[in-house]
Each structure stands twice: as structure tokens, then as C-alpha cells.
């Protein structure tokens, strides 16, 4: 799969929020706009894996409610406990490509639909693809731009951070 607007490649090692992982799966999809979005699934031996969406360089932590979590879709409205969510767009999504494990924990197919919801909670997404039985509903969380690093950029900052510090620098022996 060849996608030029991610960031990273099946296998990459990158650091999500100093935590050294693996991608282990990769989706680019694209939408109606011609806008790119690539999801990757990050896992490590230590923890659960993780899910994130980036668009336009920007990553989203997708966190999947858990299978019997009480959703009340009625309308443009879900609503989860007391909090209500309502729908301020949708996205259809085509899929360019997959690779390595699917990030979400099924395959997606050909196309996605894509809501988002907003509530006093944050931002909720609902995704159904044609012939699903079931929609996939996730917590969104924007990311801050450092929150996701490659291995190169992850190495830069802890050489900045060891200089700021004042390890191994000719001034301080001098």
C-alpha cells in the first residue's frame, strides 16, 4: 500500500505518548473531498493497543466503547448514560488500502460512513460500513502535535532534552 500523506509505515516504530510501539496495521482511506485520513493500530507487549486517526498531519485517539456499552442512537442524537451527542457531520470514506492487522479490529470495506457527534463530553464517532450488522462507535481525542513521534523525531527531543540539561556538552566542561 502506498499512501504518500502518511506519516508511518507498517512495522514503523513510533512513540505515542513516550511509549515505544509498533504499527501494526494501517488504513488509508479517502474522502469525498479528496481529503486523506490514515488509521494506524499501535501495539506494544505491555498494554492494550492503540488506535489513531490522522488527517492533514494532525493524529486523533480513537477509543472504542467496549461491546456493552449502553448506546441510544435516536436520530441526530446518541446519547451515552446522561451525556447527549449530536451530529455535526459525516464523512464517506473510500478505502485506498490496508495493511498488517486492521485497526479497529475488523476490516473495513470499500466504503465507510462516518458521524460525528458533539456533546458537552467531547467529540463521539459512529462508523457503519454497507453490510455491517453492527456500527463501531469511538471516543475522539485530539492529539497535541508532539503526542505522536517517529523514531528520528522521538531520539531529537531526547537529545534537546539532555542538552537543555546540560549532559555532554563541550560547555559544560569548560
Known amino acids: 500500500m502506498e499512501n504518500a500523506a502518511a506519516a508511518f509505515k507498517l512495522d514503523d516504530t513510533v512513540y505515542y505518548a513516550g511509549r515505544r510501539m509498533r ?8 474522502g469525498a473531498s479528496g481529503q486523506r485520513t490514515t488509521r494506524y493500530l499501535l501495539e506494544d507487549a505491555a498494554g492494550a493497543p492503540v488506535l489513531l486517526e490522522e488527517a492533514e498531519r494532525r493524529f486523533a485517539l480513537l477509543r472504542p466503547f467496549p461491546a456493552g456499552a449502553q448506546l441510544h442512537p ?7 448514560g446522561r451525556e447527549k451527542y449530536t451530529l ?4 464517506k470514506l473510500t478505502l485506498l488500502g490496508a495493511e ?11 466504503l465507510l460512513l462516518s458521524g460525528v ?9 459512529r ?4 453490510g455491517a450488522e453492527d456500527p463501531l462507535y469511538y471516543l475522539v481525542k485530539s492529539l ?11 531520539n531529537e527531543a531526547k537529545e534537546v532534552e539532555r542538552r537543555a540539561a546540560g ?4 560547555e559544560a566542561l569548560g
Open 23 to 30: 504499527v501494526a496495521g494501517v488504513t488509508a482511506m479517502e
Open 74 to 80: 435516536v436520530g441526530n442524537v446518541v446519547t451515552v
Open 88 to 91: 455535526v457531520g459525516v464523512r
Open 100 to 110: 498488517g492487522k486492521a485497526p479497529g479490529g475488523r476490516p473495513l470495506g470499500a
Open 117 to 125: 457527534f458533539e456533546g458537552e463530553a467531547g467529540t463521539l464517532m
Open 127 to 130: 462508523e457503519v460500513a454497507p
Open 144 to 154: 497535541a502535535p508532539d503526542s505522536v513521534l517517529s523514531t528520528a523525531q522521538y
Open 167 to 170: 549532559n555532554g556538552t563541550d
